[in-house]
């Protein structure tokens, strides 16, 4: 190995500070395949176990990032998916929506955007496996839950085996067969989840499952969401977990829910019990942490973001995000589920959740953007960068990953309002597996843990890591690698998180690369053959060399380029490491392409051991950002405030309210606007809404965010009538918002009702040019 300087790294050594000790010598699960996809609907190549899923003989751990078809226009279907694949998404997944094929008896649409055959065909053209959840009740913050008027108001007993309601229930599903057109089966869909969050009637969901096949509609693996207690007919359907660092469905003058809070810690505990409770109209039962001893495992909705309620309004960052979904990870998850991973726009008004129609929450009447790692509009926010570096982790790694247990320490935090404990893990077998910290949460800071050093039992002996104990800094969200053994050479243990494995050029005389980031305040050390050496993060690899003759390179990339790593996924003609600030997705053939803010792509690529600048074509668009010119057509009035409520929780305005009060901005859009030109808004105020030659186009609650919004997606271009209304949000409100958000509430005299500003940018098209 060549470095500059090395210490030995004594296994079982005594630091200054007593040691964090783990042991991960304990068993795996025992391992049972169900008759679900290895002797039930079957697909070749594809097979479960109660550790993992199985794919091509080998371990696989999916990650899955919810777009609704519906709510995503068509011409945008292709765009929005590369850009989840280039998030690390493997598995797209999306609700079939009753409502919006069949709002009238018999009068059912499967065109235009609510083609799902087309969307199922679009999703597998792009090398995509997909999970149709068909209902028939979604939620989804849809009106009615997804049901149609006339089924809500059938004299039935809904989402049972009233013989009654089953008979609507097999006419639907014969709809969604004859759209689908033999499309729904398990060499195409990989799994079919029936109903959502049904707690009490086990033997519906079996009931819907023999309604499904007998459709014509099967997939390898059928699933139900798990949480909150959900009693489930083991095992004809795979449980599925979900997990939200925050949500809306809290009452407005609530605190951070102790549900909510749970999720930044690693645990066995899989239950949530706080999604959904507040529909359900009981108290949460706690549900039970036991997993099915025939299943692994499995998240369907860990936040991808979150809505927006008008009486609550969360707002939670790309760290809180990721910081969740990494202590999934640590904790054992063999499938990582986003909800949502690509938000959107209702496809018509009076489709979405209200109190009015007997649910407790008022949500946007047409956005859907949910703060997710894609938007409403197309753009990727910093949560797309903070995922899609655990995800190039597990499509690098997942195959080992997928069927190591999780250990936990010998010490634990006490609860969930315990913020001096270290939150950490480990995943390992035999000795290798990745050490995971997680050392963040939203509202309630918490402080550097000062001297933290690892002593881990392993099936090889007692490792200690770092060699020298090191602070852990808030914020720090570590997998650091431990055994890990590529292309030959054995790295003992670093204390920088895997990213990913370039693979060696023979050509060129390169050898495989092990890429890390360094964890921002954490001194980087990478052990190897008793010896642990300090490295300095850099545009340089660590080259290490076996007594036998394999190599590896070590790449450690410095922390503040985390967010501009993006990982080629190897199923797209071999794995390629960039790093920039420009947007990069790739189709299905593995060709290139960059959305570039400026007069030139800002990427570079890492292959054959060096850094090289890219060649590229330029295939249409100009990049330009530019302020919007603003034209006041009304000033705001005072509304009353009192709107309403249901259950304490404050009703939303109609528009009525806007008509009488709202401030009224015309925006003169560019005439050089393309596909790809948004407009933001900075603003403040209770809701607002984009208008278009009169109708409202999309719409947001105030939470202290930017309002974004595709211009070609709204209808709005040089020749139409722009205009933005704003409704004063007033003090005394009584609706809970962001922290800065509240603050400047606060700050107000009576309300707060700002345009602030606004522009318009688009980028530019480039493609790589081929040699």
Same mark, same amino acid.
């Given at each position: 190995?060549?470095?500059?300087?090395?210490?030995?790294?004594?296994?079982?050594?005594?630091?200054?500070?007593?040691?964090?000790?783990?042991?991960?010598?304990?068993?795996?699960?025992?391992?049972?395949?169900?008759?679900?996809?290895?002797?039930?609907?079957?697909?070749?190549?594809?097979?479960?176990?109660?550790?993992?899923?199985?794919?091509?003989?080998?371990?696989?751990?999916?990650?899955?990032?919810?777009?609704?078809?519906?709510?995503?226009?068509?011409?945008?279907?292709?765009?929005?998916?590369?850009?989840?694949?280039?998030?690390?998404?493997?598995?797209?997944?999306?609700?079939?929506?009753?409502?919006?094929?069949?709002?009238?008896?018999?009068?059912?649409?499967?065109?235009?955007?609510?083609?799902?055959?087309?969307?199922?065909?679009?999703?597998?053209?792009?090398?995509?496996?997909?999970?149709?959840?068909?209902?028939?009740?979604?939620?989804?913050?849809?009106?009615?839950?997804?049901?149609?008027?006339?089924?809500?108001?059938?004299?039935?007993?809904?989402?049972?085996?009233?013989?009654?309601?089953?008979?609507?229930?097999?006419?639907?599903?014969?709809?969604?067969?004859?759209?689908?057109?033999?499309?729904?089966?398990?060499?195409?869909?990989?799994?079919?989840?029936?109903?959502?969050?049904?707690?009490?009637?086990?033997?519906?969901?079996?009931?819907?499952?023999?309604?499904?096949?007998?459709?014509?509609?099967?997939?390898?693996?059928?699933?139900?969401?798990?949480?909150?207690?959900?009693?489930?007919?083991?095992?004809?359907?795979?449980?599925?977990?979900?997990?939200?660092?925050?949500?809306?469905?809290?009452?407005?003058?609530?605190?951070?829910?102790?549900?909510?809070?749970?999720?930044?810690?690693?645990?066995?505990?899989?239950?949530?019990?706080?999604?959904?409770?507040?529909?359900?109209?009981?108290?949460?039962?706690?549900?039970?942490?036991?997993?099915?001893?025939?299943?692994?495992?499995?998240?369907?909705?860990?936040?991808?973001?979150?809505?927006?309620?008008?009486?609550?309004?969360?707002?939670?960052?790309?760290?809180?995000?990721?910081?969740?979904?990494?202590?999934?990870?640590?904790?054992?998850?063999?499938?990582?589920?986003?909800?949502?991973?690509?938000?959107?726009?209702?496809?018509?008004?009076?489709?979405?959740?209200?109190?009015?129609?007997?649910?407790?929450?008022?949500?946007?009447?047409?956005?859907?953007?949910?703060?997710?790692?894609?938007?409403?509009?197309?753009?990727?926010?910093?949560?797309?960068?903070?995922?899609?570096?655990?995800?190039?982790?597990?499509?690098?790694?997942?195959?080992?990953?997928?069927?190591?247990?999780?250990?936990?320490?010998?010490?634990?935090?006490?609860?969930?309002?315990?913020?001096?404990?270290?939150?950490?893990?480990?995943?390992?077998?035999?000795?290798?597996?990745?050490?995971?910290?997680?050392?963040?949460?939203?509202?309630?800071?918490?402080?550097?843990?000062?001297?933290?050093?690892?002593?881990?039992?392993?099936?090889?002996?007692?490792?200690?890591?770092?060699?020298?104990?090191?602070?852990?800094?808030?914020?720090?969200?570590?997998?650091?690698?431990?055994?890990?053994?590529?292309?030959?050479?054995?790295?003992?243990?670093?204390?920088?998180?895997?990213?990913?494995?370039?693979?060696?050029?023979? =050509?060129?005389?390169? &050898?495989?690369? $092990?890429?890390?980031? *360094?964890? %921002?305040? +954490?001194? @980087?050390?990478? !052990?190897?053959? #008793?010896?642990?050496?300090?490295?300095?993060?850099?545009?340089?690899?660590?080259?290490?060399?076996?007594?036998?003759? =394999?190599?590896?390179? &070590?790449?450690? $990339?410095?922390?503040? *380029?985390? %967010?501009? +790593?993006? @990982?080629?996924? !190897?199923?797209? #003609?071999?794995?390629?490491?960039?790093?920039?600030?420009?947007?990069?997705?790739?189709?299905?053939?593995?060709?290139?392409?960059?959305?570039?803010?400026?007069?030139?792509?800002?990427?570079?690529?890492?292959?054959?051991? @060096?850094?090289?600048?890219?060649?590229?074509?330029?295939?249409?668009?100009?990049?330009?950002?530019?302020?919007?010119?603003?034209?006041?057509?009304?000033?705001?009035?005072?509304?009353?405030?009192?709107?309403?409520?249901?259950?304490?929780?404050?009703?939303?305005?109609?528009?009525?309210?806007?008509?009488?009060?709202?401030?009224?901005?015309?925006?003169?859009?560019?005439?050089?606007?393309?596909?790809?030109?948004?407009?933001?808004?900075?603003?403040?105020?209770?809701?607002?809404?984009?208008?278009?030659?009169?109708?409202?186009?999309?719409?947001?609650?105030?939470?202290?965010?930017?309002?974004?919004?595709?211009?070609?997606?709204?209808?709005?271009?040089?020749?139409?009538?722009?205009?933005?209304?704003?409704?004063?949000?007033?003090?005394?409100?009584?609706?809970?918002?962001?922290?800065?958000?509240?603050?400047?509430?606060?700050?107000?005299?009576?309300?707060?009702?700002?345009?602030?500003?606004?522009?318009?940018?688009?980028?530019?098209?480039?493609?790589?040019?081929?040699?």
């Amino acid at each position: 190995m060549s470095s500059a300087h090395g210490t030995r790294a004594v296994a079982g050594s005594t630091a200054l500070a007593a040691p964090l000790r783990l042991d991960a010598t304990g068993d795996a699960r025992a391992e049972r395949r169900p008759r679900m996809a290895n002797a039930e609907d079957a697909r070749a190549g594809l097979g479960l176990t109660s550790r993992a899923l199985i794919r091509d003989g080998r371990p696989w751990l999916p990650v899955s990032g919810e777009l609704h078809y519906t709510r995503v226009p068509r011409e945008r279907w292709t765009p929005r998916l590369r850009l989840m694949r280039a998030g690390g998404i493997s598995v797209v997944s999306t609700y079939v929506p009753w409502l919006h094929h069949e709002p009238v008896r018999g009068e059912v649409r499967f065109d235009g955007r609510f083609d799902v055959a087309a969307f199922v065909d679009a999703v597998r053209a792009e090398g995509l496996e997909i999970v149709l959840r068909i209902g028939p009740w979604a939620h989804g913050e849809m009106r009615n839950g997804g049901f149609p008027d006339w089924v809500q108001h059938a004299p039935v007993q809904h989402r049972t085996d009233d013989p009654a309601y089953l008979d609507l229930v097999r006419e639907w599903f014969g709809h969604l067969a004859r759209a689908l057109d033999g499309r729904c089966r398990p060499d195409t869909v990989l799994a079919i989840q029936l109903e959502n969050e049904l707690y009490d009637q086990p033997g519906h969901l079996v009931t819907l499952k023999r309604l499904a096949r007998e459709a014509g509609l099967s997939a390898p693996l059928w699933t139900a969401t798990a949480w909150g207690g959900a009693e489930l007919p083991d095992p004809e359907v795979l449980p599925l977990w979900g997990g939200y660092g925050d949500g809306f469905w809290v009452d407005p003058g609530e605190p951070w829910d102790p549900t909510f809070r749970a999720h930044y810690f690693f645990s066995d505990t899989w239950d949530d019990p706080g999604i959904g409770a507040d529909v359900r109209g009981a108290e949460a039962t706690g549900g039970s942490a036991e997993l099915s001893p025939w299943f692994p495992a499995a998240t369907c909705e860990l936040g991808g973001g979150m809505a927006t309620a008008y009486h609550r309004r969360p707002r939670p960052d790309a760290l809180d995000i990721a910081a969740v979904a990494h202590a999934k990870l640590g904790s054992g998850s063999a499938w990582q589920g986003f909800y949502m991973y690509a938000g959107g726009t209702n496809p018509g008004p009076g489709l979405e959740e209200t109190q009015a129609t007997g649910y407790p929450n008022d949500m946007t009447r047409l956005s859907y953007d949910f703060h997710a790692a894609i938007g409403e509009a197309g753009r990727t926010a910093p949560s797309h960068a903070a995922l899609r570096l655990q995800h190039a982790f597990i499509e690098a790694f997942g195959e080992s990953l997928a069927p190591m247990p999780s250990h936990l320490p010998a010490e634990r935090p006490a609860g969930v309002e315990d913020a001096e404990t270290l939150r950490w893990a480990v995943r390992a077998d035999d000795g290798a597996g990745f050490v995971f910290i997680g050392w963040h949460q939203p509202h309630v800071p918490l402080s550097t843990y000062r001297g933290a050093q690892f002593q881990i039992e392993t099936a090889d002996g007692v490792v200690t890591l770092p060699s020298t104990p090191v602070d852990v800094p808030p914020g720090t969200l570590a997998r650091w690698p431990l055994g890990l053994e590529v292309g030959g050479v054995r790295v003992e243990w670093a204390t920088a998180s895997a990213v990913t494995v370039l693979p060696g050029i023979p =050509a060129s005389g390169s &050898v495989p690369t $092990l890429v890390l980031i *360094e964890d %921002a305040g +954490i001194p @980087v050390e990478i !052990a190897h053959d #008793g010896l642990a050496h300090r490295v300095t993060p850099g545009p340089s690899p660590l080259h290490i060399e076996e007594p036998h003759g =394999a190599a590896l390179d &070590v790449l450690v $990339l410095p922390a503040d *380029e985390a %967010a501009q +790593i993006w @990982v080629v996924d !190897a199923a797209a #003609g071999g794995r390629r490491l960039f790093v920039g600030s420009d947007e990069l997705t790739w189709d299905a053939a593995g060709t290139v392409s960059v959305r570039a803010s400026g007069s030139a792509p800002d990427m570079r690529e890492y292959a054959g051991g @060096v850094w090289r600048e890219l060649a590229w074509d330029h295939a249409g668009g100009a990049a330009v950002t530019e302020s919007v010119a603003v034209e006041t057509v009304r000033s705001a009035s005072m509304p009353s405030g009192r709107y309403g409520s249901r259950d304490g929780r404050p009703s939303a305005p109609d528009d009525a309210v806007l008509e009488a009060h709202a401030a009224v901005y015309r925006l003169d859009i560019p005439e050089w606007v393309d596909e790809d030109a948004v407009l933001r808004v900075r603003w403040a105020g209770d809701l607002a809404q984009l208008r278009v030659d009169g109708v409202t186009a999309t719409d947001r609650f105030w939470d202290g965010s930017e309002f974004v919004a595709n211009l070609r997606d709204i209808g709005a271009s040089p020749s139409t009538r722009v205009e933005l209304h704003v409704l004063p949000l007033r003090r005394d409100s009584g609706v809970h918002l962001p922290a800065d958000a509240a603050a400047r509430l606060a700050a107000s005299v009576d309300a707060v009702c700002t345009f602030d500003a606004a522009e318009i940018d688009q980028r530019a098209l480039w493609y790589e040019a081929l040699a």
